[in-house]
T-cell receptor
Framework: AQSVTQLDSQVPVFEEAPVELRCNYS??????LFWYVQYPNQGLQLLLK??????LVKGINGFEAEFNKSQTSFHLRKPSVHISDTAEYFC????????????FGAGTQVVVTP | EAQVTQNPRYLITVTGKKLTVTCSQN?????MSWYRQDPGLGLRQIYY???????DKGDVPEGYKVSRKEKRNFPLILESPSPNQTSLYFC????????????FGPGTRLTVL
């Protein structure tokens, strides 16, 4: 069994400030890791994913995440946010031996204000 | 354009009235899945399908049915909806490759009165 914990349900941040969204997971087998973004009234869009190799992963819209195996974490960062980054962000994992089931965290709502 | 489409996008219905939410993808993906999204719970998998005529339960299958008669379509059926099935539903698809990304539809907001 696996689980995903997003440590913050809501993160308020000022425009042009940095943001970090925390994600921890537990799994008895190795996993792939994903961050998805959901803009208001839209579906989920992939920001980035970690499959193997370099632990620092760069995604779209200036986001990056770092996989830390020892701490079982996959935190998402952006050095300078825009108003348009206001959205809900989901961390998800899938087991490397499964065909596609994603286990999601509860989500983190990011609210960017001027 | 590669996409996953869902219909309807919004639906209000009453308890016990059978309904179907359609899902279609144009990417020739083998794997398709349904999730429901509830506040504070994230997304949870309802059912998935590895290919035509191959379906299996996810984490929260009770009260739902699915079918996969064609590769592109994966409808979600609620035979007798109840208020606890009020939720936001997402269909997703991917290639049958463990490393492939899952692509999501725009969602269907269902309210059961």
């Amino acid at each position: 069994a696996q689980s995903v914990t997003q440590l913050d349900s809501q993160v308020p941040v000022f425009e042009e400030a940095p943001v970090e969204l925390r994600c921890n997971y537990s799994s008895s087998v190795s996993v792939y890791l994903f961050w998805y973004v959901q803009y208001p009234n839209q579906g989920l869009q992939l920001l980035l994913k970690y499959l193997s190799g370099s632990t620092l992963v760069k995604g779209i819209n200036g986001f990056e995440a770092e996989f830390n195996k020892s701490q079982t974490s996959f935190h998402l960062r952006k050095p300078s946010v825009h108003i348009s980054d206001t959205a809900e962000y989901f961390c998800a994992v899938s087991q490397t031996d499964s065909w596609g089931k994603l286990q999601f965290g509860a989500g983190t709502q990011v609210v960017v204000t001027p | 354009e590669a996409q996953v489409t869902q219909n309807p996008r919004y639906l209000i219905t009453v308890t016990g009235k059978k309904l179907t939410v359609t899902c279609s993808q144009n990417m020739n993906h083998e794997y398709m899945s349904w999730y429901r999204q509830d506040p504070g719970l994230g997304l949870r998998q309802i059912y998935y399908s590895m290919n035509v005529e191959v379906t299996d339960k996810g984490d929260v299958p009770e009260g739902y049915k699915v079918s996969r008669k064609e590769k592109r379509n994966f409808p979600l059926i609620l035979e007798s909806p109840s208020p606890n099935q009020t939720s936001l539903y997402f269909c997703a698809s991917k290639r049958r490759d463990r490393r492939d990304t899952q692509y999501f539809g725009p969602g269907t907001r269902l309210t059961v009165l």
